[in-house]
C-alpha cells in the first residue's frame, strides 16, 4: 500500500459560522480537487474489520468469515493476507472452528447452522443493521406487513428479510411498489436497507403512500448516519465537479449509490474505482474541478493515492469540504471482548 497524500490540504466546510478564510468553492483554482468530508471507513466497518484483526490475534489463523466482511476488495484482500478465510456459507467452516460473520448481517438460521456445526461464532454485524432487525421482529410480532426497501439480492436484506420472512415483502425502488399486496391497509409499516439513496428511498416510500395512506414509517432513520452523511458531502460539491472519483467496491452498496447522487447533483460526470490506477486519463481531459469521495468500507489509503495521482496530473490545489463531523464508535461484539478479557486474565 502506498504512502499517505502529504500535499497541501485546504480546509473548506459548507457550514457559514464555521467557514474559513480563503476557501472559496465559486472560484476555480487551476486543478482543483475538492475532498467530500465525510468519506470513507464508517464505524460500523472499523469495528468489522477490527473484530476479523482481533480474532486472529486472540484465535490464531485461519479465521472464518462468512461473506466480505465489508464490500470492499482491498479490505478482503488485507485480512486474506493475515490469515482470514473467507467463504459463502457456514457449510464450508470445519466443525469447532471460528467464524466472523460480516457487517452486513445474518438471518437467524445462520446463527442455528452455527450452533448446530459447534463454530465459535462472531458476529460483526453493524448495531445500526441489528437495529433495523429488531425493528423487524416487533412489528412481526405485533402481526404487521413489512414493506423492506432495498436491492433484491443484497446480503443485508437478505439478514433482515429472515428475520420474519412470512411478513416481509422486498420492495426494490419506486417500480416496485405496484407488486405490493398487504392484508390490512391500516397495518403496514416500511423499513430500509442502511445504505440506500436516501432521495430515491423516499421517492419510494412517496409511492407506496399513494397506494397506502395509513404506511406507517420505522421509528428512527433505517438509511444509517454514515450513508446520509457520506451522501450529502457528495451533494455539497457535486455542482461544482466536472468529474467525481468515488473510491470503492462494484459490490459496495454505498459506494454505488454516491455514483449516482453525485451525477443527480450536477457533477458532469461520476466513476467509481477500486484503485487509483483504473483512473482513466480521458475522465480527466479538460477537466479543471474534479470531486473525489469514499465509500464507507473504504481506507483512507486508497484515497491518498488518488490523491497523489490526480497531484501527478496536475491537480494538486486540494480543498477538503466538510459537512458533518463524526465522533460514533461501537464496542467490539461482546463475545470476543469477553474472550478478550478472558485471555488477558481479566
Ligand atoms: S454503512 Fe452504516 S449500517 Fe453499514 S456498517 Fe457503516 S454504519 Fe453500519
Known sequence: MGGAYDGPVTEASRNPASEPSGASLSAPAAKRVLLARPRGYCAGVDRAVITVEEALKLYGAPVYV???????????ATLEAKGAIFVEENAEVPAGATVVFSAHGVAPEVHEQARQRRLRAIDATCPLVTKVHHEARRFAADDYDILLIGHEGHEEVIGTAGEAPAHIQLVDGPDDVDKVNVRDPEKVVWLSQTTLSVDETMETVARLKERLPLLQSPPSDDICYATQNRQQAVKE????????????????SNSVRLVEVALDAGSRASHLVDYAHEIEDAWLDGATSVGLTSGASVPEDLVSEVLDHLAARGFTD???????????????PQEL???????AGG
Open 237 to 252: 460539491i457535486a455542482a461544482d465537479c466536472d468529474v467525481m472519483i468515488v473510491v470503492g467496491s462494484r459490490n459496495s
Open 337 to 343: 471482548r469477553r474472550d478478550m478479557k478472558a485471555a
Open 318 to 332: 486540494v480543498t477538503e469540504v466538510t459537512s458533518a463531523t463524526e465522533k460514533l464508535t461501537f464496542a467490539l
Open 66 to 76: 462468512r461473506k466480505q466482511i465489508v464490500h470492499n476488495k482491498h479490505v478482503v
